[in-house]
T-cell receptor, first 112, second 112 residues
């Protein structure tokens, strides 16, 4: 499976700051997903994107499916301590069947 | 509100021992998956089952076997565990290809 390039690898921010992370791929995807993983837990879906150019919000989270279909970003506004965790992007390529390609994750730390 | 349930949560094995990780979903999903998560590697697909009665290899299938017992259950077997199989294993399910994948809480496996 193709690895996605996810950046930054880690972020250390203060409560109230906005956060932005992104994923890029050398090939196109049909679907982009953003997951959050808390310590000792499985990834939990935050936002799913199914169409190029699509911009979707979920509370303080906003994600976009890039026009080129090769990238996606996730923004978190006004971060709070419970935003701490690892954020993963995942994409599904055309004709990939059922496989999801995952980024290596962005570790977010938020200080009060 | 169980979703995807996997057992055991923690397991320590000696090299060469065998064991089976169990997974069940109550969302009536057609497709089920087994991923492994290693530090710095993101999530990698081991095997998947697109529908009841079918199984296919993912990115890292060597050393593993799977069984789709029925629509609800999908097990992962390590016939002869090796230290390289020390990892966190996640079971997941989805309605089908292109649909959002939902994860279990993970099984921490250590092979000594």
């Amino acid at each position: 499976g193709q690895q996605l390039n996810q950046s930054p690898q880690s972020m250390f921010i203060q409560e109230g700051e906005d956060v932005s992370m992104n994923c890029t791929s050398s090939s196109i995807f049909n679907t982009w997903l953003w997951y959050k993983q808390d310590p000792g837990e499985g990834p939990v879906l935050l936002i799913a994107l199914y169409k190029a150019g699509e911009l979707t919000s979920n509370g303080r989270l906003t994600a976009q499916f890039g026009i080129t279909r090769k990238d996606s970003f996730l923004n978190i506004s006004a971060s709070i301590p419970s935003d701490v965790g690892i954020y993963f992007c995942a994409g599904q390529a055309p004709n990939s069947g059922y496989a999801l390609n995952f980024g290596k994750g962005t570790s977010l730390l938020v200080t009060p | 509100n169980a979703g995807v349930t996997q057992t055991p949560k923690f397991q320590v094995l000696k090299t060469g021992q065998s064991m089976t990780l169990q997974c069940a979903q109550d969302m009536n999903h057609n497709s089920m998956y087994w991923y492994r998560q290693d530090p710095g590697m993101g999530l990698r697909l081991i095997y998947y089952s697109a529908s009841e009665g079918t199984t296919d290899k993912g990115e890292v299938p060597n050393g593993y076997n799977v069984s789709r017992l029925n629509k609800r259950e999908f097990s992962l077997r390590l016939e002869s565990a090796a230290p390289s199989q020390t990892s966190v294993y996640f079971c997941a399910s989805s309605a089908g290809s292109g649909n959002t994948i939902y994860f279990g809480e993970g099984s921490w496996l250590t092979v000594v």
